[in-house]
């Protein structure tokens, strides 16, 4: 078929034929494997971070929420942030996208490790905390907002794009699989319930039955120091595994030109593309809709093992609980793939209401048994909530591009947007919970809480999640692409990659292409 395109335009399609287009199984694994990292460390960071800075760094609840709603949303800030430096840059010998990975990755293992590091001062421990964790979550933002947005730099088949975002996903879940595991087994003996024991026997006398004179004694010097040591073992074996899969990334995977950058010389400015994304009525629907359930699984994540902890029929067993949340999240993603592939990616999102009866039975009966179950389907919803999402995006993305070609590289706009509100979110989720449990009185390092914390843990692990994931799922009710016209956007991205007209042709009226 001859080409009426111009030579750079000629150049771009012979650099990308149709071969070209598929994926081998070695270049998926390692894309995969590439983002496991930031899962290792986001899954023990979700699961341990809240609990780490209530009973082993002895920080109040009102300042454990300051700390983690301002790291979030100091991370978030770095979204938008990235998105436009990460636009601007130049192509570089290994791409435009591996750079900001590979430049990341040395400061992000740093301020990870010193997250988790006790400090031997006391009244700068809450700055010491913010600066670190803002810290990671900032570099953290500046690896995954590059990675994320590489998923439409490996192919433009749909298909094949999918495929490389379903062992994404199923090597991230392993990643929180991993990363749960390797902290809940390291730092299991610091939170164990043998520590009152040791309390007793220490002082020698009977343990007292006063909840406030509970609360209100210190944590065994023993046992503060040797939790300290544990969680620092954590966080240097974590720091390996981010080295490690940064490696496999940068020796797996190539990243290829944009096939529909027809007319990359009128690349448009970076904040009016994102004007233009904020009105998109796809991607508005699709965000407000994960943003509630993503925070509802946050939520879920840093209470889960505050709950576990302070339940006595749980506490010895937390550990293997978030194992098995995590392992049944891994399993089923595979099933879940093959569901959204025929039935649709709206239709598998009835997944995700499945943790809401159970998450509630384990509010009303917190018995091993039912945790067990509790455990199982939650991680069942968890996986459809981690795949829908990142799923569903990059047929935002061709729809956009469909509709507004004459944007270079949209996916870097959405991408960072995406991120930026998550965070965004999940800040205010965790920063409202742990004001929550200032608010009911908890004492960090106390063996045994107060009726009123152990139910406003209830509330936090059973009513609220439920209300934001029914929100959540309504809105989604209302997102407009459908499994036709994502197959009907395919066709037209491909009769463009076919014909390449110029972007003048193709759109007269910018005005009227905003859904």
């Known amino acids: 078929m001859g080409t009426k395109g111009s030579p750079k335009l000629s150049q771009v399609l012979q650099k990308t034929p149709k071969h070209e287009d598929r994926l081998s199984v070695c270049s998926k694994l390692c894309y995969a494997i590439g983002g496991a990292p930031n899962q290792v460390a986001g899954s023990a960071t979700a699961f341990f971070l809240q609990i780490y800075l209530l009973d082993i760094a002895h920080i109040t609840p009102f300042h454990a929420s300051l700390v983690l709603f301002i790291g979030k ?61 803002s810290l990671f979550q900032a570099l953290t933002t500046l690896f995954e907002v590059p990675y994320c947005a590489l998923t439409m730099s490996l192919s433009s088949d749909q298909k094949e794009r999918d495929s490389a975002t379903a062992y994404r996903m199923t090597m991230e879940v392993l990643g929180t699989l991993i990363g749960a595991a390797l902290q809940g087994q390291i730092v299991a003996s610091a939170h164990a319930s043998d520590r009152c024991t040791v309390y007793r026997t220490a002082n020698t006398t009977e343990y007292p039955q006063s909840l406030h004179n509970i609360s209100s004694f210190p944590e065994p010097l023993g046992f503060l120091s040797h939790g300290a040591k544990v969680y620092m073992i954590a966080a240097g074996v974590i720091g390996g595994v981010y080295l ?19 007319n990359a010389d009128q690349a448009i400015p970076f904040f009016k593309g994102l004007g233009l994304t904020m009105k998109h009525g796809p991607y508005i629907k699709l965000t407000a809709s994960f943003l509630l359930i993503s925070t509802a699984v946050q939520l879920e994540q840093s209470n889960f093992v505050l709950f576990c902890t302070h339940m006595t029929e749980l506490r010895n067993s937390f550990q293997y609980l978030v194992v098995t949340i995590l392992v049944s999240a891994a399993v089923s993603i595979p099933f879940w793939q093959w569901f959204l592939q025929h039935f649709g990616k709206k239709s598998a999102a009835c997944g995700i209401s499945w943790m809401i009866p159970f998450a509630v039975m384990l509010v009303i009966v917190p018995h091993l048994s039912v945790a067990y179950v509790v455990a199982f389907v939650s991680g069942l ?6 795949l829908l999402p990142w799923s569903m995006l990059p047929d935002v993305v061709d729809h956009f591009r469909l509709l507004n070609q004459h944007v270079k590289r949209p996916e870097t706009l959405f991408y960072s947007s995406y991120v930026f509100f998550t965070k965004v979110s999940a800040g205010i989720g965790l920063g409202l919970s742990s004001a929550s449990l200032e608010l009911a009185g908890y004492k960090g390092g106390a063996c045994r809480q107060s009726s009123s914390v152990i139910f406003a843990l209830k509330i936090l692990i059973g009513i609220v999640p439920t209300i934001l994931i029914l929100l959540g799922l309504f809105i989604l009710l209302f997102y407009p692409i459908t499994e036709k016209s994502r197959k009907e956007t395919k066709q037209a991205l491909e009769q463009l990659r076919r014909n390449h007209p110029s972007c003048n042709n193709l759109f007269e009226n910018e005005g009227n292409t905003l859904i």
């Open 244 to 262: 490690l899969g940064t490696v496999i990334l940068f020796s797996g995977v190539k990243e290829k030109d944009d096939p529909y950058a027809l």
């Open 73 to 133: 949303v100091g991370g978030a800030i770095t979204d938008p942030v990235a998105g436009f430096f990460i636009s601007k840059s130049k192509k570089t010998k290994i791409g435009q996208l591996m750079p900001w990975m590979l430049g990341c990755t040395p400061f992000t293992i740093v301020s990870y490790f010193f997250m988790w590091y006790l400090p031997p001062f006391v009244a700068g421990r809450v700055i010491w905390y913010l600066i670190f964790y």
């Open 381 to 386: 919803s968890i996986a459809a909530s981690l």
